[in-house]
Structure formats: structure tokens, C-alpha cells
């Protein structure tokens, strides 16, 4: 399931244990962004690219089937208005037909359709909601495919144009189960200690009854799980380091064609002391041998967002030594807490930290964690330095790097500064002390 997919492989260990072995194992390479580099944006269609309708039952009709669809762009430095998603269904002849919601405006044929999304956010939400079903007389394992284009007003040239043929959906009549669960909106600015209601409804929109379900959860670091079901298990927070909720749930519930059930109490999620911004993942599969018909809608990711504040600090040292000398020097970065900060979404680094080595000095080692780096504007005879945090920083984490410094030239006092910024240049928005952002790294003091 796509939406999902991230989410699981930062959930199931892809970054466990690596901030412990961070001085000698690398996570990968920032990069320095300059102010002065070009902006592009583009626009993506978000379409499934397959979509199961249930046969019509003889003599009757078939139930719809929703079909959500939407647009985004990448670059929030811009504004981008005005979508205008383009649905040409005119290949699902003799197939499927579509409802159209009231923002599309359909052609005199029905089969194609203007639709009007408005703002184009950055991150995907559903802003059309088509309803599909087979047309009476199609067998089972026809299909036929949706077409899509977009535009949008904004970017740096004014007007974004989605690539053609980026999307389509191929429709396929078939029969069998059909689960969905309910979704919830992302939520911003909720407070620590407040408690929440998960997705727990489940609906099967096919045309067989699901003789039970399963149901899997993730939830990061700053979440916590608190009902508890006896038809569960339960794995973390930190049994594995890395600070996320791991629950398995197995339920002998029936759920018949176009039936709704719910699970034995409401799904609450408490935002813990250490909240900032999180994300709880859900699935949903019929138990047994069966094959759900369609899964794009077995599951979800919440988005939530605390109102907390994590204190990112870096500190620096001091060392002394002759010409081609090798010195060890350095700095430590260190979260004060009281929230975890970690990227849920693309699994970047959460942070950068640049490096630029005191006059006269030259690295020999360092960190596989980090790299020799260039941002527009730099001296060219001070080396420049990147290094990267995993995707998450837990409160009290404490991470050095070691830098061996060979001394080209004594400079008295010469001193290099580290700095904290996010990974992709911007300040981090929820550091709570930007002061303590950056820090001095001398060779050579007077005193």
C-alpha cells in the first residue's frame, strides 16, 4: 500500500540503533543548499493506477466503488492556485462508467470532465472524490483506463503543468471482499497530553462477505497507543531503539457486502510530553487465503502535529599543535529536548550540521557520516564540511564527531564555527534556542 510504505520501513528498523554506532557508521550525506540556487517546482498528479469494480449482480446494479484523486506541488516556497485536473474516462466504454462529484463539470458525453481543485497543496489530499462502478452486461476481468492531465497557476514560470501520461487508472470489473477503513484530516498544533480518536471503522465495499480481518499499526515515537486489544500485540516503544509502536491485531468479525463494523472500543492515541511531529500508520486485510480486491484503500497515514519545541545544540572544542601536526577536535550535537524531532514523511536526516575548519587546517579524517561540502559564497581556503543526524533525534541525544585536523599553518586563535540547520537549508522551524545553533572550534588558543 503506498501510503504507507515509507512509514514502514522507518518503523521497521531501517534507522534502529544507528544514532549509537553514528561515530563510526555512516547514514548517508547532507548537502549544502545556497540562497542563491535556482527554484523549481512541478506538479504531480495523484491518481491509483489500478481500481477494482465489483461485477453488477444479474438484473441489478452494481454499488459504486469511491475513487480519490488529487494534486500536489513540491516546493512550498511557492503558491500554487487554480488546479484544474482534466479525468477522461472515455476508455472505460462498455466497462465502467463515473459519478462526478460537483467540482468536476463533465462534457455533453459524460466521459470527460474539467474538475476544479483549487489551491494545490504540497503534500497529497483527496480533492476529487469520483464514484466508479461496472455497467451491466461486463464480465469479470474486463478493464479498460482513466486518463488524467493537470494545470495550475503559480511556480517560478507562473503556470505548472503535470508531465503527460504521469497518471492513469486502469479499471478492472471483478468479485470479491473489499475493506476500507476510515480516515481522519492531519491534525496541527494539538497539544501534548491530548488524547485522540485512530481510525477504527472498517467497511466492506465488495460484493463477498470477509470472514475476519487483520489489522497492523505503527505509531512513531512521540505517540502512544493506549487502547488495548486482547486480540492484539504490543511491541515498543524502544524495544528495538527506535522508538516507535509496533501492533499486530488478529478479529474473527464477518463482514458482509456493504457492511460496516467497528472495533470492540475506540482506537485512542495519546500525544505524549515528547511529541512534535509524528505519524500513525493502519492497515486493514481480510484474514485467511483472501485476496482484498482493492488495496489502495486498506489503510492510511495520520499526521500529527504537536505544539512543542525540541532544543537542537551543537558545542565545540579546542586543540593545540604545531605545523603538520594532527590534532583531534570536533564538536557534539546534543537534543535538550523536551520533543523528538524526526522527518516521518521522506526519511531525510533531520538535520545538517556544517563544519568549517578553523584557518590553516585541513581534514585527514572524519566521520563516515559526513563529507567535504560547497555552499555558493564560501571561502575557498576554508575547508567546508557537511554531516548528517539519522531521520530522527530523541530528547538527550548526545552525538560527537571526531574530526583529525592536520595544521597546515598555525594560526593563533584560529577558529572554525559548526552550525545546525535543517537538511534542506531552511532554519529548523521548532528549535525552541536558536543561540545555541552554532559553536566556535579553535586550534591554537592564545589563552
Same mark, same amino acid.
Request: glycine share 12%.
Given at each position: 500500500?503506498?501510503?504507507?510504505?515509507?512509514?514502514?520501513?522507518?518503523?521497521?528498523?531501517?534507522?534502529?540503533?544507528?544514532?549509537?554506532?553514528?561515530?563510526?557508521?555512516?547514514?548517508?550525506?547532507?548537502?549544502?543548499?545556497?540562497?542563491?540556487?535556482?527554484?523549481?517546482?512541478?506538479?504531480?498528479?495523484?491518481?491509483?493506477?489500478?481500481?477494482?469494480?465489483?461485477?453488477?449482480? /444479474?438484473?441489478?446494479?452494481?454499488?459504486?466503488?469511491?475513487?480519490?484523486?488529487?494534486?500536489?506541488?513540491?516546493?512550498?516556497?511557492?503558491?500554487?492556485?487554480?488546479?484544474?485536473?482534466?479525468?477522461?474516462?472515455?476508455?472505460?466504454?462498455?466497462?465502467?462508467?463515473?459519478?462526478?462529484? /460537483?467540482?468536476?463539470?463533465?462534457?455533453?458525453?459524460?466521459?470527460?470532465?474539467?474538475?476544479?481543485?483549487?489551491?494545490?497543496?504540497?503534500?497529497?489530499?483527496?480533492?476529487?472524490?469520483?464514484?466508479?462502478?461496472?455497467?451491466?452486461?461486463?464480465?469479470?476481468?474486463?478493464?479498460?483506463?482513466?486518463?488524467?492531465?493537470?494545470?495550475?497557476?503559480?511556480?517560478?514560470?507562473?503556470?505548472?503543468?503535470?508531465?503527460?501520461?504521469?497518471?492513469?487508472?486502469?479499471?478492472?470489473?471483478?468479485?470479491?471482499?473489499?475493506?476500507?477503513?476510515?480516515?481522519?484530516?492531519?491534525?496541527?498544533?494539538?497539544?501534548?497530553?491530548?488524547?485522540?480518536?485512530?481510525?477504527?471503522?472498517?467497511?466492506?465495499?465488495?460484493?463477498?462477505?470477509?470472514?475476519?480481518?487483520?489489522?497492523?499499526?505503527?505509531?512513531?515515537?512521540?505517540?502512544?497507543?493506549?487502547?488495548?486489544?486482547?486480540?492484539?500485540?504490543?511491541?515498543?516503544?524502544?524495544?528495538?531503539?527506535?522508538?516507535?509502536?509496533?501492533?499486530?491485531?488478529?478479529?474473527?468479525? /464477518?463482514?458482509?457486502?456493504?457492511?460496516?463494523?467497528?472495533?470492540?472500543?475506540?482506537?485512542?492515541?495519546?500525544?505524549?510530553?515528547?511529541?512534535?511531529?509524528?505519524?500513525?500508520?493502519?492497515?486493514?486485510?481480510?484474514?485467511?487465503?483472501?485476496?482484498?480486491?482493492?488495496?489502495?484503500?486498506?489503510?492510511?497515514?495520520?499526521?500529527?502535529?504537536?505544539?512543542?519545541?525540541?532544543?537542537?545544540?551543537?558545542?565545540?572544542?579546542?586543540?593545540?599543535?604545531?605545523?603538520?601536526?594532527?590534532?583531534?577536535?570536533?564538536?557534539?550535537?546534543?537534543?535538550?529536548?523536551?520533543?523528538?524531532?524526526?522527518?516521518?514523511?521522506?526519511?531525510?536526516?533531520?538535520?545538517?550540521?556544517?563544519?568549517?575548519?578553523?584557518?590553516?587546517?585541513?581534514?585527514?579524517?572524519?566521520?563516515?557520516?559526513?563529507?567535504?561540502?560547497?555552499?555558493?559564497?564560501?571561502?575557498?581556503?576554508?575547508?567546508?564540511?557537511?554531516?548528517?543526524?539519522?531521520?530522527?533525534?530523541?530528547?538527550?541525544?548526545?552525538?560527537?564527531?571526531?574530526?583529525?585536523?592536520?595544521?597546515?599553518?598555525?594560526?593563533?586563535?584560529?577558529?572554525?564555527?559548526?552550525?545546525?540547520?535543517?537538511?534542506?537549508?531552511?532554519?529548523?522551524?521548532?528549535?525552541?534556542?536558536?543561540?545555541?545553533?552554532?559553536?566556535?572550534?579553535?586550534?591554537?588558543?592564545?589563552?
Amino acid at each position: 500500500m503506498s501510503s504507507v510504505s515509507v512509514g514502514r520501513v522507518l518503523r521497521r528498523g531501517a534507522c534502529a540503533g544507528a544514532v549509537g554506532a553514528l561515530v563510526v557508521a555512516g547514514l548517508g550525506s547532507g548537502a549544502a543548499f545556497g540562497d542563491d540556487a535556482p527554484q523549481t517546482d512541478y506538479l504531480w498528479i495523484h491518481a491509483p493506477s489500478d481500481q477494482t469494480v465489483t461485477v453488477a449482480p /444479474d438484473g441489478g446494479a452494481a454499488q459504486y466503488r469511491p475513487l480519490a484523486l488529487g494534486m500536489y506541488h513540491y516546493n512550498d516556497s511557492f503558491t500554487v492556485t487554480d488546479g484544474r485536473l482534466t479525468v477522461d474516462a472515455s476508455g472505460l466504454a462498455g466497462v465502467a462508467e463515473v459519478a462526478w462529484p /460537483d467540482n468536476c463539470t463533465p462534457n455533453d458525453a459524460g466521459t470527460v470532465a474539467v474538475c476544479d481543485t483549487g489551491d494545490v497543496p504540497t503534500r497529497y489530499s483527496a480533492q476529487v472524490q469520483l464514484k466508479t462502478r461496472a455497467v451491466a452486461g461486463a464480465a469479470v476481468g474486463a478493464h479498460g483506463v482513466i486518463e488524467y492531465s493537470a494545470e495550475a497557476t503559480g511556480g517560478p514560470d507562473g503556470t505548472l503543468v503535470a508531465q503527460a501520461g504521469s497518471a492513469e487508472t486502469t479499471v478492472t470489473v471483478g468479485s470479491g471482499v473489499d475493506l476500507g477503513i476510515s480516515t481522519r484530516q492531519d491534525a496541527t498544533g494539538v497539544a501534548p497530553g491530548t488524547s485522540l480518536t485512530a481510525p477504527y471503522s472498517i467497511t466492506n465495499t465488495g460484493n463477498e462477505t470477509a470472514h475476519g480481518f487483520s489489522m497492523n499499526m505503527w505509531a512513531t515515537y512521540g505517540l502512544d497507543i493506549t487502547t488495548r486489544y486482547p486480540q492484539c500485540t504490543y511491541t515498543g516503544p524502544d524495544v528495538d531503539g527506535s522508538g516507535d509502536t509496533v501492533v499486530t491485531c488478529s478479529f474473527d468479525t /464477518d463482514v458482509a457486502p456493504g457492511a460496516t463494523v467497528e472495533l470492540p472500543e475506540s482506537l485512542r492515541l495519546a500525544v505524549t510530553d515528547h511529541a512534535l511531529y509524528d505519524r500513525f500508520d493502519y492497515e486493514v486485510e481480510p484474514l485467511g487465503d483472501t485476496t482484498d480486491l482493492d488495496s489502495s484503500d486498506n489503510g492510511g497515514s495520520w499526521h500529527i502535529n504537536a505544539d512543542n519545541t525540541a532544543d537542537f545544540a551543537v558545542y565545540g572544542t579546542s586543540a593545540s599543535g604545531a605545523v603538520g601536526d594532527t590534532v583531534t577536535s570536533g564538536f557534539r550535537f546534543v537534543n535538550h529536548g523536551p520533543a523528538w524531532a524526526g522527518d516521518v514523511s521522506a526519511g531525510d536526516p533531520i538535520t545538517t550540521l556544517d563544519f568549517y575548519a578553523p584557518e590553516g587546517t585541513v581534514a585527514t579524517s572524519m566521520p563516515k557520516t559526513c563529507h567535504g561540502a560547497h555552499t555558493p559564497g564560501d571561502d575557498s581556503t576554508i575547508a567546508h564540511y557537511a554531516c548528517t543526524l539519522p531521520t530522527w533525534a530523541k530528547p538527550d541525544l548526545d552525538v560527537s564527531f571526531p574530526f583529525q585536523l592536520r595544521i597546515d599553518r598555525v594560526v593563533p586563535d584560529a577558529t572554525g564555527r559548526v552550525t545546525t540547520r535543517a537538511y534542506n537549508g531552511t532554519p529548523l522551524a521548532f528549535d525552541s534556542d536558536t543561540e545555541n545553533n552554532s559553536a566556535e572550534v579553535i586550534v591554537n588558543p592564545s589563552a
